[in-house]
């Protein structure tokens, strides 16, 4: 069993930077596709982007595209979301995840293992 922790959230202005981490213990971490999810209030749980088992290929949603990076240091069992440019629409609790299968899937039903989430909070 796969158990994800998240931090590094907390509260930002607009335009500020942060990095999220996510630590694996449990299983093989080396073979997990990994991803982010964010889920604002009253809102659905929102894709963020996902990363390969190796870190070679990843993706992003559009609205993060060009502004939050994904990585993993898979000798740390940890994958990290670096955000820049935060938006106050940025603003929820992002949750990690993670899948057996190699596909980057932005379904977060695919996603087998989850975080219990850290709450990132964006004012402008």
């Known amino acids: 069993q796969v158990q994800l922790v998240e931090s590094g959230g907390g509260a930002a202005q607009a335009g500020d930077s942060l990095r999220l981490s996510c630590s694996a213990s449990?299983?093989?971490?080396?073979?997990?596709?990994m991803a982010w999810f964010r889920q604002a209030p009253e809102k659905g749980r929102e894709f963020v982007g996902a990363?390969?088992?190796?870190?070679?290929?990843?993706r992003a949603a559009d609205s993060v595209k060009g502004r939050f990076t994904m990585s993993r240091d898979n000798a740390k069992n940890t994958v990290y979301l670096q955000m820049n440019g935060l938006e106050t629409e940025d603003t929820a609790v992002y949750l990690c995840?993670?899948?057996?299968?190699?596909?980057?899937?932005?379904?977060?039903?695919?996603?087998?293992?989850w975080g219990q989430g850290t709450q990132v909070t964006v004012s402008s």
């Open positions: 449990g299983g093989t971490f080396s073979l997990l596709t």
């Open positions: 990363i390969s088992w190796d870190g070679t290929n990843s």
């Open positions: 995840a993670a899948s057996l299968s190699d596909q980057l899937r932005t379904q977060w039903t695919v996603y087998r293992y």
